[in-house]
């Protein structure tokens, strides 16, 4: 199992960071702290929140304004890093914001969910929710013991990608995109547990 190893395929990761390069470069330039960008991400999420929450006919607008929240999550890392502006302040923060980001992201979902009296999507909702939560605890807790744990198919970028893409193109493709989290979220949960007790074997191996 390969540490950083997602849902989605790295060529297209690589691909979106090298068309927001251009962009990048404008923020690096212009000197702007890396956490305005984080503010912003969220900003862009509890927009979302609200639009979706209020109007379930607005769900691509609420998807479009998720894409825009996780974009501000790709430039604070990347302009802190090409600025040298990382501390472990900054990490915090936006590892906390991300999860408040993540937390309303749901929330509206569910929300909208019970809206249209489509309970059991509320429910599994929900659920990804908790898996998404779980996958942050997992590494988090590891990482807190000296382990890493930055393994799993669906971490932060892969659930915001296809809640934000799916909201945006259909709401078909929003429960599939949903039910694909719930799933695969947990999952990754599990991935990042199993990774963690295989690596304090080895290293408990080599002490010995």
Known sequence: MKEGKGFLPLWI????????????????????????????????SFL????????PELIRLGGALIIMGGICD?????????TNRTT???ALFDSVIDRYSEMVMFFAVAVYYVKLDNYLFSIVTIIAFGGA???????ARAESLGLSAKVGIMQRPERVVLVGVTALFHPFLLKIGIWAIA???NYTAIQ??????????STTSKEE
């Not at 939560?133 to 590494?139: F, G, L, N, Q």
Request: aromatic share 16%.
């Open 48 to 55: 979302a929140a609200i639009v979706i929450m209020n109007n």
């Open 183 to 185: 799933i695969l979220a």
């Open 13 to 44: 990761q690589d691909g979106f960071v090298k068309l927001l390069n251009p962009l990048i470069n404008l923020f690096i330039k212009w000197k702007i702290n890396p956490n305005t960008f984080t503010v912003w991400g969220f900003i862009f």
């Open 88 to 90: 472990k302040f900054g």
């Open 192 to 201: 990042r547990l199993i990774y963690v007790y295989k690596e304090s074997k």
């Open 74 to 82: 790709i430039l604070d890392g990347k302009v802190a890093r090409a």
């Open 133 to 139: 939560t779980m996958v942050s605890y997992v590494r």
